[in-house]
């Protein structure tokens, strides 16, 4: 039986990504990328994997957003994925591309959503007077960032934290938490289903946690409130 297939869009240095393929090759994860997809053609996550497995765009060169995003689901499409994760994918997907891939499509996001949607989240928890940041992990609907979210991963705030030093407090537990939520999926446990992620066929009420160790504490046994 051949491994679970996971297509990856990436928009930047692709640290998201390489922390799957890293996750693949330690046997820690039982998958395989079969497409690294970009808006971006010169994306240096693009070189973390083979020519063949590479498709980017300008998206600036289209006519249209939605012309782009056709074209560039078209390409997800044709690399049969089994899941879609957004990897550090930096353009908003249109409603008819989130159509498409619904249910089997992925986002993270660095904050602890529902709080700080969108861009510039490590500025925004600072200004706040946040005691603790983070990341999560949920399924993409055309609402930006606003799926059901399937799990988070926290840090602590530090006084004179700056919007850098917490990013680079808060990126491997980014990193362990995408492996971890990527583990559930391609194991077939993780769903969504009427607004919620389901894991075992059940509703998850709370973002599931993960612990010191980069594992996700789940409910056991799985139990509605």
Not at 24 to 46: E, N
Not at 144 to 160: I, R, W
Request: with cysteine; charged share 20%; net charge neutral.
């Amino acid at each position: 039986m051949s491994a679970p297939r996971i297509a990856v869009l990436v928009s930047g240095r692709g640290s998201n990504l390489q922390a799957i393929l890293d996750a693949i090759r330690q046997g820690g994860l039982q998958a395989q990328i079969v497409g690294v997809f970009s808006d971006k053609p010169h994306a240096a996550a693009l070189q973390r994997v083979a020519g063949t497995l590479r498709w980017a765009a300008d998206a600036r060169s289209f006519p249209s957003r939605s012309d782009f995003d056709a074209a560039l689901a078209d390409a997800v499409a044709a690399s049969q994925p089994d899941w879609v994760v957004c990897a550090g994918y930096m353009r908003i997907l249109g409603d008819a591309f989130v159509e498409r891939f619904r249910g089997r499509l992925l986002n993270i996001h660095p904050s602890l959503l529902p709080k700080y949607r969108g861009l510039h989240t490590h500025e925004r928890a600072l200004q706040a007077g946040d005691r603790k940041h983070g990341a999560s992990v949920h399924f993409v609907v055309p609402e930006l960032d606003a799926g059901a979210v399937v799990a988070q991963c926290t840090v602590p705030v530090e006084s004179g934290d700056t919007a850098q030093s917490l990013s680079q407090r808060l990126l491997p537990r980014e990193h362990g938490l995408l492996v971890a939520v990527l583990g559930l999926a391609t194991e077939g446990r993780l769903a969504e289903q009427g607004g919620f992620a389901l894991l075992d066929g059940q509703a998850l009420f709370t973002p599931l946690p993960l612990d010191s160790a980069g594992h996700l504490i789940l409910p056991d046994p799985l139990l509605s409130p």
